[in-house]
């Protein structure tokens, strides 16, 4: 089946610009986070959905940056305002949970979307 | 919070020898630790993970072994292959959350 797909798969964007991220989960998948990946580095935590349950924010770097899950499928990371510092590659996953020691499911990642702030 | 050391950065082997990759953390709530091996313009695949109740796990040529006590695990890749070049990052979960905390990764390199 189809896994997790991200787009665009690369964007450029003008600093002060807003612009919105799409993450197509693996259907059927209960669990979604975006992360950040700056050049060279390790994954930052931004955001986690777990079905119907408030999302745990505690990664966003700023209030410019939000998400949305709708419907329990397709998230959308939303940058405001966008700055030099948030150019990345912004990945999103997902899993499916259950719970007790075998909650942690196998987060499967897209293929990401580099967004380059000029 | 949590907190993930990784270490070597960087690590080259000759084809044929082992790999070994360690990583190190703080939360001693965390329960699962995943290996994610990423190829160039692609996004992480797991390639190996273990659970708290469990101390080794192997899979063909991959290894990981965990040490509650001391908090830290390691990766072991034996009879390296060309296409094991990569870079491998190591992850722990914040406490029993769902949530993972990277290790700042590997870049490994297998020289034919």
């Known amino acids: 089946g189809a896994g997790v797909s991200q787009s665009p798969s690369n964007k450029v964007t003008e600093k002060g610009k807003d612009v919105e991220l799409r993450c197509d989960p693996i259907?059927?998948?209960?669990?979604l986070y975006w992360y950040r990946q700056s050049l060279g580095q390790g994954l930052e935590f931004l955001i986690y959905?777990?079905?119907?349950?408030?999302?745990?924010k505690s990664g966003l770097p700023s209030d410019r940056f939000s998400a949305e899950r709708t419907g329990g499928s397709v998230s959308t990371l939303t940058i405001q305002r966008t700055q030099q510092e948030d150019s990345a590659v912004y990945l999103c996953?997902?899993?499916?949970?259950?719970?007790?020691?075998?909650?942690?499911?196998?987060?499967?990642f897209g293929p990401g979307t580099r967004l380059t702030v000029l | 919070g949590e907190n993930v050391e990784q270490h070597p950065s960087t690590l080259s082997v000759q084809e044929g020898d082992s790999a070994v990759i360690k990583c190190t953390y703080s939360?001693?709530?965390?329960?699962?630790f995943p290996w994610y091996k990423q190829e160039l313009g692609k996004g992480p695949q797991l390639i190996i993970d273990?659970?708290?109740?469990?101390g080794e796990k192997k899979d063909q040529r991959i290894a990981v072994t965990l040490n509650k006590t001391a908090k830290h695990f390691s990766l072991h890749i034996t009879e390296t292959q060309p296409e094991d070049s990569a870079v491998y990052f190591c992850?722990?979960?914040?406490?029993?959350?769902?949530?993972?905390?990277f290790g700042q990764g590997t870049r490994l390199t297998i020289n034919p």
């Open positions: 959905f777990q079905g119907n349950s408030a999302p745990d």
């Open positions: 939360d001693s709530a965390s329960n699962y």
């Open positions: 273990i659970r708290s109740n469990v």
């Open positions: 259907s059927g998948h209960t669990a």
């Open positions: 992850a722990a979960t914040q406490g029993g959350a769902q949530k993972l905390v």
């Open positions: 996953a997902s899993s499916f949970s259950s719970s007790g020691l075998a909650a942690h499911g196998e987060q499967f």
